[in-house]
C-alpha cells in the first residue's frame, strides 16, 4: 500500500501562512513564561540583608577620640557661652576657654550651684538653691548680682527666651519669670505640681512636671499655660529642638 501525501502531517503546514493574530498571542506567552522563569530564579536565590549601620549616637564611648581633656570638679549642669564652656562644681562655676582648653579658677558665689547653669542674655546664670538665689555673672566684668529667686528641684534646670529668665521657682507649680536687669520677677506661670526642667524652643516655653507627669507648653508672650501633654512618669530635665 502506498502512502498518500495528504497522510503526512506536516504538509497541512506547509505553504500556510500563521495568522497575524496568532503570531502575537504566541509571542506573548513566550515573553510572559521568561519573565516567569526569572522570577522563579530570584526567589530562589539566598537574600543578603544589607550591612546594618548604627546612629552615631549609639557608638561606644571608646571609640570617641577627645581634642582636649581638662581636668575640673563637675557638679551636675554646663552652659555653653560665647567661646567659653561654663561648668558647675563644689567651689563655684569655671569658665573654660574654647580656643586654649585653659580652665579658669572657680567663681566664688554666695551659694554652692544646683540645677542647671545657663548662658544667655550677655551673662551666666547660675541657681543657687540652699542660698535661694538665682546669680547672674557678667560675660565681661564677671560681676556677680543675685535675684531673690528659690529655685524648686535641685535637679531641674532653667532657661532663657524672650528677654527673661525663667525658673521653676516652686513644688506648688510656679514657675517665675525674671527681669534680667531689674533681677526681679516680673510674671509666673501655673503648671503642674512639682516642676522640673524648663526649656525654651520655638517662641514656647517648655515645663516638666514630675508629680503630674506631664510636659506643660507656655506661651511665653502672654505667660498662659497653652497645652498640657501626659509624658512618662516623673519627667525631669527637658530639651526642646
Known sequence: MTESKNDDPSARW????????????AAT???????????????AQPVTPPPSSRPADELPFARLKADATIA??????????????????????????????VAAAALPLPGAPCASLVWGLKALWVPQCAARTLARVDDGSKAVATAAVPVADPAG????????????S?????????????REVVGEVF???????????????????AATNTATRVEPYTNTVV????????PGRVVVG
Not at 512639682?194 to 512636671?209: H, I, K, Q, R
Request: aromatic fraction near 4%.
Open 191 to 209: 503648671v503642674g505640681r512639682e516642676p522640673s526642667g524648663v526649656a525654651f524652643a520655638d517662641d514656647a516655653l517648655w515645663v516638666t512636671s
Open 72 to 101: 575640673v570638679a563637675l557638679a551636675p549642669g554646663a552652659a555653653a557661652g560665647d567661646a567659653a564652656l561654663w561648668t558647675a562644681t563644689p567651689a563655684g562655676p569655671v569658665r573654660i576657654d574654647a580656643a586654649t582648653n
Open 29 to 43: 506567552l513566550l515573553i510572559v513564561s521568561a519573565v516567569a522563569a526569572l522570577f522563579m530564579d530570584g526567589l
Open 170 to 182: 516652686d513644688a506648688s507649680g510656679v514657675v517665675s519669670r525674671i527681669d534680667p536687669d531689674t
Open 157 to 168: 534646670s532653667i532657661a532663657v527666651g524672650v528677654g527673661s529668665i525663667w525658673v521653676a
Open 227 to 234: 497645652e498640657t501633654v501626659a509624658t512618662g512618669p516623673r
Open 14 to 25: 506547509r505553504g500556510t501562512t500563521i495568522p497575524p493574530d496568532m503570531r502575537r498571542t
